[in-house]
Nanobody, 119 residues
Framework: QVHLVESGGGLVQAGGSLRLSCVASRSIFSISAMGWFRQASGKQRELVATLTSAGSTNYADSVKGRFTISRDNAKNTVFLQMNSLKPEDTAVYYC?????????????WGQGTQVTVSS
């Protein structure tokens, strides 16, 4: 299993930046994919960005060019740098770890961190 703890959320004005962090309880080097998802009030959870163990990234169209996902394997940490934030980015942001094989295969979630962007 893997436990995930997010941090870095908060209140920011439109056009501002935030950097979210997700610390894993084990090495992320061999985790199939790490990602960030978000859920706005009254809406379904949606993908924001993913990063595979091979280094491939994928972004939602709504955040391309503004958000960047990265990782620090030595610190078991995945980051989401969010620039040019918009009010529609307001949501609870969740970190996800997907393990494809082995006895701990599955999808793991953090508790979430609130991001609020004021206009």
């Amino acid at each position: 299993q893997v436990h995930l703890v997010e941090s870095g959320g908060g209140l920011v004005q439109a056009g501002g930046s935030l950097r979210l962090s997700c610390v894993a309880s084990r090495s992320i080097f061999s985790i199939s994919a790490m990602g960030w998802f978000r859920q706005a009030s009254g809406k379904q959870r949606e993908l924001v960005a993913t990063l595979t163990s091979a280094g491939s990234t994928n972004y939602a169209d709504s955040v391309k060019g503004r958000f960047t996902i990265s990782r620090d394997n030595a610190k078991n940490t995945v980051f989401l740098q969010m620039n040019s934030l918009k009010p529609e980015d307001t949501a609870v942001y969740y970190c996800n770890a997907a393990i494809a094989t082995g006895p701990n295969a599955g999808s793991y979630w953090g508790q979430g961190t609130q991001v609020t962007v004021s206009s």
